[in-house]
């Protein structure tokens, strides 16, 4: 296809250069010669024949030249335009002809491939099974036989070598029975003693019965109720006998026939005495049962023989026979009832040892699948054979896998075909109305670009258009934005950053899985994070009518030092599957240090539904951090609470009041791409890694993670994390600054009095936090009659009232006294904590008054900032934007240097470059690693260099060795120039890149760079790695 490509694109080029051609004569041949033919005669073209005639000579000159170019050059063109026009059209339809035939037959392809990965794959699951059934079998069988030749061993211990035997027919009848479970695959077990023709009548003496036949039994099988000893024939003289004397009760009706003389039982006996070892019959039909089974038979000796034992030797040693009799039925039917997948798969058991005439041991008729897989079965007998034989019961399925993958691919093949063919028909309208249609065929070709480059972006990595937004975005910020303006596009980059993370679940996943998670090391403010994680979810919180609150406790440090957003990520996935499953209720954050939940009771759960957040009852929170180390005496407490003030050990818990976790489903909560229901990823999304991933993460961060959940109550997942105190004193802390958090203008509510009315004592502390922030002091009451009380005696100002929606709903009347009577004294300003704005009640006090503020929930610093400067007239309400130390040293560091930017990507070079420029840099672009090349070529005028990884014809990494090279031959020729300067040769490059699982350091400093920034940048990131190189000014 390549070379079809190729030729196409050489022939269209050729076209578009020769049309023009044609049309540029043919337009001299219009405008120029016509007017002196007689075609235009005008007073115009007369004026201008003098300095026509001056070029062309006199008028039969032109005559011929008319006349020339009308036979060879104007018909030739024409001719060969439209004929290679007709041609070409013929040929592109068989192209396109070609290319889906191609594809039909690739896509035909790709369906075989499949189909037979398909069936191969369950050629291998079903000799899994299968081998996994014989394996079982056999080794069931094999401690059945290890029990008969205990058996055997006792026999002789306590038989044979004691007088008197200390074993009688009850005696082993009763035996036999105790530790039938012992045996479980055997119906009976009997002991047969050798006896020699010359003992025979002493023998028979002795145990008071005459030895009976074998033969009778096989050729008359008798059933238990008409069965009678003494109508057994009595044995034939030969040279020695085996009489049963020992037999289990089941089988006791064996008693005193002699195994010797039926046929197959005698060869089987022979075999196991001159062997030492056991040996099997072949099937039978048991007697009463009528199932077939096999005899197993060890052979008992007088002592114990050398492993080299003739076969003499050990003929002469025998004492008995040891038969245990199995029912293989019984045996098969047992082992497929202990596996789940018992009904998929037939099982034949066969044996095998005339392979011209195999005997079906266990198995049906039942016809299943046409393919099937023999193991071989081992039961210890050399001489015998055993087959099983396994198939599946169900026909195989229909492969739709491979049918949906080849359809789909040649749908999208021949649509994205035709989307050419299409284009190009109408490159060839547009051609045929050249004169006519000229802006018709600019769009046409605009489209056609449009729509290239819309396929070339498909097809790059797919958070690089994300990067480019969010970069814009951060451009966007230092705009000269309001407040508002600036809480929206905060909130755009918190929802960006976030399906960014959703991307980079997966890697996640891969990287834990190779052990590859690296957590970074930098400060960060933990409110701020929280802040932004509610406004991620504040819109689907409000929508359901779910409160969705954060509480972070005093104690816990203004700065951390950690891994942001890593921890941003573990909150978000847990307050994300909260979202999900809660419909009503509250879904409520709290953050304390691990101290505090151990040795204070201000932070003890609650066991009522009055004290939760929304009235709705929760699981007992301390169930979820059963069993955490930090909470034992064992565990590392005394760390915690040791003097030192570097190590923050914080505990963190989201309860919400949703439907909860099934208890059969909450042992594999953190399994990997499990879900508690297969419909959960149909009705809610998700990939069912993000509890895993957090469980993870919390264990890189030196913490534990649990949970409790209660079916209709809901839900707490808990979990500790070890970070190291951000204080600004400490000298790490002053090295790193924060752009998390919005200036709060704490400034401007200095000295505020606020009035918080709630009767719920949780949810009027998260608003007496949130207020706090903005430096306000805040007095909490229960209702409006309080409330008012304490606005009214005068003791304090109260300038704000904050008044939960359940208490001014509740009773309109005493709503309407409450605002009249506080209008008497210094008015304060009234709002309304609501959870929606669907939710109010707008009718709760005349139309004529002054209405109350309403604030949605959930609460934010930044947020009520905004609206009590809105609403009390404070403040400024444009950009509120800090300069921060970053974006100052930066400055310092980058002002009036040179900085090259290499990036494939015309918006990514765009950000990076507005971000550079923003801190004084002179910036220029190049957009391939060979340009680079060329520009960093010594000697150069460049700073430094910021190198995008992944680009077309030549990566970042391969650039980059290639400067290096071109820097170190200039080195050497430096050294030799004696005046030589060698001293800024080495230029430092800086990767960029997006791709979290390539860009590492190792990476970089392997290829020669010196470090790597995340696109987009980050003011942080951004100052860690620039200060290596440039002092500051």
């Given at each position: 296809?390549?070379?079809?490509?190729?030729?196409?694109?050489?022939?269209?080029?050729?076209?578009?250069?020769?049309?023009?051609?044609?049309?540029?004569?043919?337009?001299?041949?219009?405008?120029?010669?016509?007017?002196?033919?007689?075609?235009?005669?005008?007073?115009?073209?007369?004026?201008?024949?003098?300095?026509?005639?001056?070029?062309?000579?006199?008028?039969?000159?032109?005559?011929?030249?008319?006349?020339?170019?009308?036979?060879?050059?104007?018909?030739?063109?024409?001719?060969?335009?439209?004929?290679?026009?007709?041609?070409?059209?013929?040929?592109?339809?068989?192209?396109?002809?070609?290319?889906?035939?191609?594809?039909?037959?690739?896509?035909?392809?790709?369906?075989?491939?499949?189909?037979?990965?398909?069936?191969?794959?369950?050629?291998?699951?079903?000799?899994?099974?299968?081998?996994?059934?014989?394996?079982?079998?056999?080794?069931?069988?094999?401690?059945?036989?290890?029990?008969?030749?205990?058996?055997?061993?006792?026999?002789?211990?306590?038989?044979?070598?004691?007088?008197?035997?200390?074993?009688?027919?009850?005696?082993?009848?009763?035996?036999?029975?105790?530790?039938?479970?012992?045996?479980?695959?055997?119906?009976?077990?009997?002991?047969?003693?050798?006896?020699?023709?010359?003992?025979?009548?002493?023998?028979?003496?002795?145990?008071?019965?005459?030895?009976?036949?074998?033969?009778?039994?096989?050729?008359?099988?008798?059933?238990?109720?008409?069965?009678?000893?003494?109508?057994?024939?009595?044995?034939?003289?030969?040279?020695?006998?085996?009489?049963?004397?020992?037999?289990?009760?089941?089988?006791?009706?064996?008693?005193?026939?002699?195994?010797?003389?039926?046929?197959?039982?005698?060869?089987?006996?022979?075999?196991?005495?001159?062997?030492?070892?056991?040996?099997?019959?072949?099937?039978?039909?048991?007697?009463?049962?009528?199932?077939?089974?096999?005899?197993?038979?060890?052979?008992?000796?007088?002592?114990?023989?050398?492993?080299?034992?003739?076969?003499?030797?050990?003929?002469?040693?025998?004492?008995?026979?040891?038969?245990?009799?199995?029912?293989?039925?019984?045996?098969?039917?047992?082992?497929?009832?202990?596996?789940?997948?018992?009904?998929?798969?037939?099982?034949?058991?066969?044996?095998?040892?005339?392979?011209?005439?195999?005997?079906?041991?266990?198995?049906?008729?039942?016809?299943?699948?046409?393919?099937?897989?023999?193991?071989?079965?081992?039961?210890?007998?050399?001489?015998?054979?055993?087959?099983?034989?396994?198939?599946?019961?169900?026909?195989?399925?229909?492969?739709?896998?491979?049918?949906?993958?080849?359809?789909?691919?040649?749908?999208?093949?021949?649509?994205?075909?035709?989307i050419l063919y299409a284009t190009v028909n109408r490159m060839f309208i547009s051609e045929d109305n050249y004169n006519e249609q000229m802006e018709?065929?600019?769009?046409?070709?605009?489209?056609?670009?449009?729509?290239?480059?819309?396929?070339?972006?498909?097809?790059?990595?797919?958070?690089?258009?994300?990067?480019?937004?969010?970069?814009?975005?951060?451009?966007?910020?230092?705009?000269?934005?309001?407040?508002?303006?600036?809480?929206?596009?905060?909130?755009?980059?918190?929802?960006?950053?976030?399906?960014?993370?959703?991307?980079?679940?997966?890697?996640?996943?891969?990287?834990?899985?190779?052990?590859?998670?690296?957590?970074?090391?930098?400060?960060?403010?933990?409110?701020?994070?929280?802040?932004?994680?509610?406004?991620?979810?504040?819109?689907?919180?409000?929508?359901?009518?779910?409160?969705?609150?954060?509480?972070?406790?005093?104690?816990?440090?203004?700065?951390?030092?950690?891994?942001?957003?890593?921890?941003?990520?573990?909150?978000?996935?847990?307050?994300?599957?909260?979202?999900?499953?809660?419909?009503?209720?509250?879904?409520?954050?709290?953050?304390?240090?691990?101290?505090?939940?151990?040795?204070?009771?201000?932070?003890?759960?609650?066991?009522?539904?009055?004290?939760?957040?929304?009235?709705?009852?929760?699981?007992?929170?301390?169930?979820?951090?059963?069993?955490?180390?930090?909470?034992?005496?064992?565990?590392?407490?005394?760390?915690?609470?040791?003097?030192?003030?570097?190590?923050?050990?914080?505990?963190?818990?989201?309860?919400?009041?949703?439907?909860?976790?099934?208890?059969?489903?909450?042992?594999?909560?953190?399994?990997?791409?499990?879900?508690?229901?297969?419909?959960?990823?149909?009705?809610?999304?998700?990939?069912?890694?993000?509890?895993?991933?957090?469980?993870?993460?919390?264990?890189?961060?030196?913490?534990?993670?649990?949970?409790?959940?209660?079916?209709?109550?809901?839900?707490?997942?808990?979990?500790?994390?070890?970070?190291?105190?951000?204080?600004?004193?400490?000298?790490?802390?002053?090295?790193?600054?924060?752009?998390?958090?919005?200036?709060?203008?704490?400034?401007?509510?200095?000295?505020?009095?606020?009035?918080?009315?709630?009767?719920?004592?949780?949810?009027?502390?998260?608003?007496?936090?949130?207020?706090?922030?903005?430096?306000?002091?805040?007095?909490?009451?229960?209702?409006?009659?309080?409330?008012?009380?304490?606005?009214?005696?005068?003791?304090?100002?109260?300038?704000?009232?904050?008044?939960?929606?359940?208490?001014?709903?509740?009773?309109?009347?005493?709503?309407?006294?409450?605002?009249?009577?506080?209008?008497?004294?210094?008015?304060?300003?009234?709002?309304?904590?609501?959870?929606?704005?669907?939710?109010?009640?707008?009718?709760?006090?005349?139309?004529?008054?002054?209405?109350?503020?309403?604030?949605?929930?959930?609460?934010?610093?930044?947020?009520?900032?905004?609206?009590?400067?809105?609403?009390?007239?404070?403040?400024?309400?444009?950009?509120?934007?800090?300069?921060?130390?970053?974006?100052?040293?930066?400055?310092?560091?980058?002002?009036?240097?040179?900085?090259?930017?290499?990036?494939?990507?015309?918006?990514?070079?765009?950000?990076?470059?507005?971000?550079?420029?923003?801190?004084?840099?002179?910036?220029?672009?190049?957009?391939?690693?060979?340009?680079?090349?060329?520009?960093?070529?010594?000697?150069?005028?460049?700073?430094?260099?910021?190198?995008?990884?992944?680009?077309?014809?030549?990566?970042?990494?391969?650039?980059?060795?290639?400067?290096?090279?071109?820097?170190?031959?200039?080195?050497?020729?430096?050294?030799?120039?004696?005046?030589?300067?060698?001293?800024?040769?080495?230029?430092?490059?800086?990767?960029?890149?997006?791709?979290?699982?390539?860009?590492?350091?190792?990476?970089?400093?392997?290829?020669?760079?010196?470090?790597?920034?995340?696109?987009?940048?980050?003011?942080?990131?951004?100052?860690?790695?620039?200060?290596?190189?440039?002092?500051?000014s």
């Amino acid at each position: 296809m390549s070379l079809i490509h190729v030729v196409g694109f050489g022939l269209k080029v050729g076209h578009l250069l020769w049309v023009p051609c044609c049309l540029i004569v043919s337009f001299i041949y219009l405008n120029w010669f016509n007017c002196n033919l007689g075609i235009n005669h005008n007073h115009n073209c007369s004026n201008n024949n003098k300095w026509k005639m001056g070029f062309l000579g006199d008028y039969d000159g032109k005559v011929w030249l008319n006349n020339w170019w009308e036979k060879n050059l104007g018909n030739t063109c024409k001719q060969y335009y439209y004929k290679y026009n007709s041609l070409r059209r013929s040929w592109w339809r068989k192209l396109w002809h070609a290319y889906v035939v191609f594809w039909i037959v690739i896509s035909s392809s790709r369906f075989l491939h499949m189909s037979s990965e398909a069936t191969e794959k369950r050629k291998e699951s079903l000799v899994s099974l299968c081998d996994e059934r014989a394996r079982m079998l056999q080794d069931q069988f094999n401690v059945s036989m290890n029990h008969i030749q205990a058996m055997s061993i006792l026999i002789s211990t306590f038989h044979h070598a004691m007088d008197p035997s200390a074993i009688d027919q009850k005696t082993f009848a009763r035996y036999t029975e105790r530790t039938a479970f012992e045996r479980p695959l055997t119906s009976g077990v009997a002991y047969a003693v050798r006896v020699l023709h010359s003992e025979r009548e002493q023998f028979e003496k002795q145990q008071g019965w005459t030895i009976k036949r074998m033969d009778t039994l096989e050729q008359n099988p008798v059933q238990e109720d008409d069965f009678a000893l003494e109508a057994l024939e009595p044995s034939p003289i030969q040279e020695e006998y085996a009489p049963v004397i020992f037999a289990q009760e089941t089988i006791k009706h064996v008693i005193s026939v002699d195994v010797l003389s039926g046929k197959e039982d005698r060869q089987n006996v022979l075999r196991a005495r001159e062997s030492g070892k056991g040996v099997l019959t072949a099937p039978f039909r048991l007697l009463k049962t009528n199932r077939l089974g096999v005899i197993l038979t060890f052979a008992v000796y007088k002592k114990e023989l050398p492993s080299n034992a003739t076969p003499d030797e050990r003929i002469q040693a025998t004492d008995g026979y040891l038969g245990g009799v199995f029912d293989i039925e019984s045996l098969v039917e047992k082992l497929l009832q202990q596996l789940a997948s018992k009904q998929s798969v037939i099982v034949n058991v066969y044996d095998t040892t005339n392979h011209t005439d195999p005997i079906a041991m266990y198995g049906s008729d039942v016809l299943g699948d046409e393919f099937y897989h023999v193991s071989t079965l081992n039961f210890g007998d050399p001489f015998r054979k055993h087959e099983m034989h396994c198939r599946f019961k169900q026909k195989p399925p229909w492969p739709w896998e491979a049918i949906h993958s080849s359809v789909g691919m040649l749908v999208i093949a021949v649509l994205i075909g035709y989307i050419l063919y299409a284009t190009v028909n109408r490159m060839f309208i547009s051609e045929d109305n050249y004169n006519e249609q000229m802006e018709l065929k600019k769009r046409a070709q605009a489209a056609d670009v449009a729509k290239s480059q819309f396929l070339a972006t498909v097809s790059h990595e797919i958070r690089t258009p994300m990067n480019g937004v969010l970069g814009m975005l951060n451009m966007l910020m230092d705009t000269d934005l309001d407040v508002t303006q600036q809480e929206y596009v905060r909130t755009a980059q918190g929802s960006g950053k976030a399906l960014v993370s959703l991307i980079n679940e997966v890697l996640d996943q891969a990287k834990i899985d190779s052990g590859k998670l690296e957590l970074e090391a930098v400060v960060f403010d933990l409110r701020a994070i929280l802040d932004d994680v509610l406004l991620l979810f504040s819109e689907k919180s409000q929508g359901k009518g779910v409160e969705l609150a954060v509480y972070v406790s005093d104690e816990v440090p203004e700065q951390l030092i950690g891994d942001p957003g890593r921890f941003r990520q573990i909150i978000t996935n847990l307050m994300g599957n909260s979202i999900k499953f809660t419909e009503k209720g509250h879904i409520f954050v709290t953050i304390h240090l691990v101290e505090e939940v151990v040795h204070s009771i201000e932070v003890e759960p609650q066991s009522t539904s009055k004290d939760t957040l929304s009235g709705y009852p929760v699981a007992d929170i301390r169930r979820s951090w059963e069993g955490f180390k930090a909470f034992s005496q064992e565990g590392p407490l005394g760390s915690f609470s040791s003097p030192s003030s570097e190590l923050v050990n914080l505990i963190v818990s989201v309860e919400d009041t949703g439907v909860g976790i099934p208890l059969e489903a909450q042992s594999r909560i953190f399994t990997p791409f499990m879900q508690v229901d297969p419909s959960i990823s149909r009705k809610h999304g998700g990939t069912g890694i993000g509890l895993s991933i957090s469980k993870c993460l919390v264990g890189r961060m030196n913490g534990e993670i649990g949970f409790v959940s209660i079916p209709n109550i809901g839900s707490t997942f808990t979990f500790t994390a070890v970070f190291t105190n951000g204080s600004p004193n400490s000298k790490e802390g002053r090295s790193q600054q924060i752009n998390n958090q919005p200036h709060l203008a704490s400034s401007e509510f200095h000295g505020t009095n606020a009035l918080v009315i709630d009767p719920r004592p949780i949810r009027a502390k998260v608003s007496r936090y949130h207020l706090q922030r903005l430096d306000i002091r805040v007095e909490l009451v229960s209702d409006l009659d309080q409330g008012l009380s304490l606005i009214t005696n005068g003791n304090s100002a109260i300038s704000i009232v904050f008044i939960e929606q359940e208490v001014w709903d509740r009773d309109s009347s005493i709503s309407l006294h409450f605002v009249n009577n506080t209008r008497k004294v210094d008015p304060p300003k009234l709002f309304i904590l609501v959870n929606s704005n669907s939710s109010f009640r707008a009718s709760s006090v005349n139309s004529g008054d002054p209405f109350p503020v309403v604030i949605t929930k959930p609460l934010k610093a930044s947020m009520l900032a905004v609206t009590l400067q809105r609403a009390m007239g404070v403040g400024n309400r444009g950009n509120t934007r800090n300069v921060e130390l970053p974006s100052l040293s930066l400055q310092h560091l980058l002002r009036g240097r040179r900085i090259l930017v290499v990036d494939d990507n015309s918006v990514n070079r765009t950000v990076a470059a507005g971000a550079l420029k923003k801190y004084g840099a002179d910036v220029v672009c190049v957009s391939s690693g060979k340009d680079a090349i060329s520009k960093l070529k010594p000697p150069h005028q460049f700073d430094a260099c910021f190198m995008d990884i992944q680009m077309p014809e030549m990566d970042g990494f391969e650039a980059t060795r290639r400067i290096r090279e071109l820097e170190h031959m200039a080195s050497i020729e430096a050294s030799m120039d004696a005046d030589g300067n060698n001293s800024k040769l080495r230029v430092p490059i800086l990767a960029m890149t997006a791709d979290v699982m390539q860009a590492t350091n190792e990476e970089c400093l392997k290829s020669g760079m010196d470090g790597y920034v995340s696109k987009p940048f980050e003011a942080e990131q951004l100052y860690r790695e620039v200060s290596r190189f440039f002092p500051t000014s």
